[in-house]
């Protein structure tokens, strides 16, 4: 659809914003009156519609962030949505609930610490109905990240594409998404999903709004570095088979190696120079036993996510919601 045919419809869209939160209690009432205030804008400036809401999905929290998106919603006056899901799934799993739940016609997924500048929302829309069906929103600056984050965060990016993994960079999962896209990414059957890999792959227009990252309002990141390492390999062994063909180059090479190691020693034992050489034999003994067992180890990933995906588990358990609001 074009900007001509968005506009001359004169059709607003209805929008959801899709918050994650994993023990979020020190942020949640900021983050709802900011989002609730950009959603007020929009609509009296007549870009979105009335029905738009913001929809909180908590991952399992162990703190008081349930009790509390509840009492936000009934304050809200239809405003606010919510989805528990019955134990922790991690930041991709809630924010996949949240985004199969929903019933609108665009959807911007936003963290509920308010790193990402609330800001781009309305260019966001701006740049949907100019035709976009994805809106990534995109960090030019990491200057309020902790040296770790950053350099993590760097690293992160650098060694996914390094093995094949095609994503935006400096995007996480603040975007936008029309029902167009929305449908297209559920399409996509897998448990193990790595949303921001998938997104590139589904096509259609799309743009990028530009914002600089802020500090979290308040609690600390819920993602660690044991978080992020596991997202990196689900990312990784989700979308790409490098590190497979590495392991069959590697094995070329170690071939090539000891191949050229054995022409040198025949010709050492036929010129009767042989020598006991129990350094070299115990060396490539643990190399090779290394090696092996790298080898084995990035194999078992992908053949314990073949298992995974063999059993078809339903990909996360919603265990409550306000009865009333959702088409139960
Ligand atoms: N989050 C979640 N489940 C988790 C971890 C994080 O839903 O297991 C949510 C969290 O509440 C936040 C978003 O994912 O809204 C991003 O997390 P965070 O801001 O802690 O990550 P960082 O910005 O430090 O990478
Ligand atoms: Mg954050």
Known sequence: MNEFMRKS????????????????????????VELNLVLERLITAKKIKSGSYVLFVDDGSKDNTWNLIKRISDNSDGRVRELKLSRNYGHQM???AGLSYIDTDICISIDADLQDDTECIPKMVEKYMQGNDIVYGVRKDRSSDSFFKKTSANLFYKFMSAMGVEQVSNHADYRLLSKKALSALLEFKERNIYIRGIIPLIGFRSDTVFYARKKRIAGKSKYPLKKMLSLAINGITSLSVIPLRMIAVLGFLTCLIVGLFSVYAIFRKISGE?????????LSNFFLGGVQLLCLGIIG????????????????????????????
Request: hydrophobic share 40%.
């Open 9 to 32: 419809e004169n059709n607003l869209p209805t929008l959801a914003i899709v918050v994650p939160c994993y023990n979020e209690e020190e942020v949640l009432k900021e983050c709802f």
């Open 274 to 282: 042989t020598v006991t050489g129990w350094t070299s034999l115990i």
């Open 94 to 96: 809630a924010l996949l």
């Open 301 to 328: 990933e992908y053949i314990g996510k073949i298992y995974i995906e063999s059993k078809q588990r339903p990909k996360f358990i919603i265990e409550d919601w306000i009865s009333g609001k959702h088409n139960d």
